[in-house]
């Protein structure tokens, strides 16, 4: 390892021997991309021709090409039938935010979980989950956790995992939960029934999972399925706001979301373009970054409160 150098190329600091590396596909060299010690990439053989871009291109082909190779995160998200992009369904555009956020860790990412991969309930027999493929498209060494009422196990493999499971329960949830490793999951995303109680719940049980300084967002807080008794139960978005500016809840919190803010480093809002165009409605997005450098007296979850 060579500590003094000053170069103003990219350096892989592992070893200068090692630039074969460079000729395989990026799939290929996350053992190498997430070592602790790179923390740049010697661009040396860029001089060198690159192979034509394809799915299985060499890396060093797609360095040289950033915006073939690795597209923004809004221009991934036009490609798929998803509400994240610019054109299609609800258009709420919330692609703008996760490549803000997320962009930084495009190679370092390797758990998330998306709860929601259903494009509506009328379309019941789904062969395909369109936000896994931009996920993972996004970011290439990445599990994605897919939890959905729809059973999608046909579909699991080595970087997709299914979970059957109602966010409206504490059973069920606590069952997925069970099989994840506490503070194992960099991002948790919550696009599923959108009810505020089951928003809630989601929240308290899963946030445990999340790792330091991940990021646990909730999309469309401007929808709520019929049914939602709000003497009940103060809306998501609401209740995030009170915690954001006091510090805990000054409404209803049933499910004690409040005693999670210790823990919350910062809680973010954006606007869904749909929401802003349609009712002139700010906020559609929540955004909330665990705190790093907690300390954990134990492993096991600590269950706040209880649902009925």
Request: glycine letters at 4%; one cysteine or more; aromatic letters at 10%.
């Amino acid at each position: 390892m060579h500590d003094q150098v000053f170069s103003p190329m990219f350096f892989n600091s592992i070893d200068w021997t090692e630039t074969d590396r460079f000729e395989k596909p990026i799939t290929e060299l996350a053992d190498y991309l997430n070592d602790d010690r790179v923390f740049a990439i010697h661009l040396w053989t860029a001089r060198n021709e690159a192979a034509p871009h394809e799915k299985s291109a060499a890396f060093i082909a797609q360095l040289i090409s950033p915006l073939e190779g690795f597209p923004p995160f809004t221009t991934l998200a036009d490609k798929f039938n998803t509400d994240k992009n610019r054109h299609t369904g609800n258009r709420h555009c919330y692609a703008r935010i996760y490549d803000r956020l997320l962009s930084a860790r495009r190679l370092s990412m390797r758990r998330l979980m998306e709860i929601g991969l259903c494009r509506g309930l009328a379309e019941r027999n789904q062969t395909e989950t369109p936000s896994v493929a931009l996920w993972q498209s996004y970011f290439p060494f990445c599990q994605v956790i897919g939890v959905d009422l729809t059973d999608f196990s046909s579909l699991n493999n080595e970087r997709f995992r299914s979970f059957v499971c109602d966010q409206s329960s504490v059973e069920d949830l606590r069952r997925v939960a069970a099989t994840i490793e506490a503070r194992s999951l960099d991002v948790i995303v919550d696009d599923g029934s959108h009810a505020s109680y089951d928003e809630q719940l989601t929240l308290r049980e899963f946030f445990p999972l999340l790792a330091e300084d991940g990021w646990y967002f909730i999309e469309d807080l401007d929808w709520q399925p019929p049914g939602e008794d709000l003497t009940k139960i103060t809306p998501t978005k609401a209740l995030l706001r009170e915690i954001k500016e006091c510090g805990t809840a000054r409404s209803v919190d049933p499910l004690g979301v409040s005693a999670l803010a210790g823990q919350f480093a910062e809680i973010l809002f954006f606007d869904s373009h749909y929401e802003l165009d349609r009712a002139q409605l700010l906020g559609g997005l929540v955004a909330i970054r665990k705190r790093a450098n907690q300390s954990y007296p134990h492993d096991s979850v600590a269950r706040i409160g209880k649902a009925s």
